[in-house]
DNA sequence: CCGCGGGCCTGAGAGC
DNA sequence: TGCTCTCAGGCCCGCG
């Protein structure tokens, strides 16, 4: 699904279809996406140029020549696909897998750089927004949001800092994006699995009484970096690869350690556990009861 | 303010 | 084979 790595990923391989491209073509075929699209969508995107590509939590960020924002979030099952302009193409060319998809393809935007990207999302939880560049960070999305995990601003004071006092367990804590931004289910399992720590456990045990980082932050940091940057690695080789197959740019399955494992041997060494299920709530965590403390 | 649970939406997969 | 049911999860919102 994609998080934190997967929108990373996709705004890799939109870059160069879109940096210093003008707008050149705007088809809209499905407004009512999870919020629906301005009325005037079309109107203040055409004849912009994309002046730089960027990603702040889940959400990729085109700055535009006007002073405004294209805001891209790719909800549960959005994609893009880039694929070249003026070309014939045959109906379907790029579905041979899945013939029916082009009914999910709801946006598409012709480049001035010869590409053309389309949004398909099944689901409809992606959106797309438009917001003046100075209101962007006091704005509605991103006022609460959390620092960065890969950003310098992210460390263990700062993490100590946001769930002292929580009454919530590690798993819950993590996923908020208040405390954290871009991690989703499926990486806070992985990112707990390689801190060794229970899903169970209290997220307000990452302070001491006084505030300050204990241990176990500092280490759940670090696992958090880690596991994040070897997730976008994996996406930038996944990425080439899919790109010459279908041109479709989305999530794709990395290989996960505990996520959808369950009842699976654990693979840490010498562990011998066995992945355990359990519904935090509302949602799935998977975890290995034995190495995981 | 905080934590929790429902709802949005569709496709995949299970079970009968 | 085909129907129905459940589940998946990012994020908003309303409830207690």
Redesign the pocket.
């Known amino acids: 699904?994609?998080?934190l790595p997967e929108v990373e990923t996709v705004r890799r391989g939109l870059e160069p279809a879109m940096e210093d491209a003008r707008f050149t073509s705007i088809e809209v075929r499905r407004a009512d996406l999870?919020f629906p699209l301005p009325k005037d969508f079309v109107q203040r995107l055409i004849g912009k140029t994309v002046t730089g590509l960027g990603r702040r939590?889940?959400y990729i960020l085109a700055d535009l020549s006007s002073g405004e924002v294209l805001i891209m979030?790719l909800?549960?099952?959005g994609s893009f696909r880039v694929s070249r302009s003026n070309r014939e193409k045959t109906p379907g060319e790029f579905y041979h897998e899945?013939a029916?998809d082009a009914k999910?393809d709801h946006i598409v935007f012709e480049m001035s750089s010869g590409w053309t990207l389309t949004f398909n999302d099944?689901?409809?939880?992606g959106f797309m927004r438009l917001v003046a560049r100075n209101e962007l960070e006091r704005g509605?999305?991103f006022r609460a949001i959390g620092p960065e995990p890969l950003g310098n601003t992210f460390d263990a004071a700062k993490l100590a800092g946001a769930c002292k006092g929580?009454?919530?367990s590690l798993k819950?804590a993590l996923?908020d994006?208040k405390v954290v931004a871009g991690l989703?289910?499926?990486y806070v399992c992985e990112v707990l699995y390689h801190a060794r720590l229970s899903p169970k456990r209290m997220a307000s045990m990452l302070a001491n009484n006084k505030g300050e980082p204990t241990e176990t932050a500092y280490t759940l940091v670090d696992a958090i970096k880690v596991v994040l940057n070897e997730a976008i690695k994996a996406g930038g080789s996944s990425l080439r690869d899919h790109r010459q197959t279908t041109g479709e740019l989305g999530y794709f399955q990395h290989s996960f350690r505990v996520y959808d494992r369950e009842g699976e041997i654990c693979m840490t060494p010498g562990c011998g556990g066995k992945i355990r299920r359990i519904v935090q709530?509302?949602?799935?965590t998977f975890y290995c009861p034995v190495c995981q403390r």
């Open positions: 699904m994609p998080e999870r939590a889940k979030h909800g549960m099952s899945r029916n999910h099944p689901r409809r939880f509605p999305l929580k009454k919530s819950v996923s994006q989703g289910n499926i709530t509302g949602r799935s």
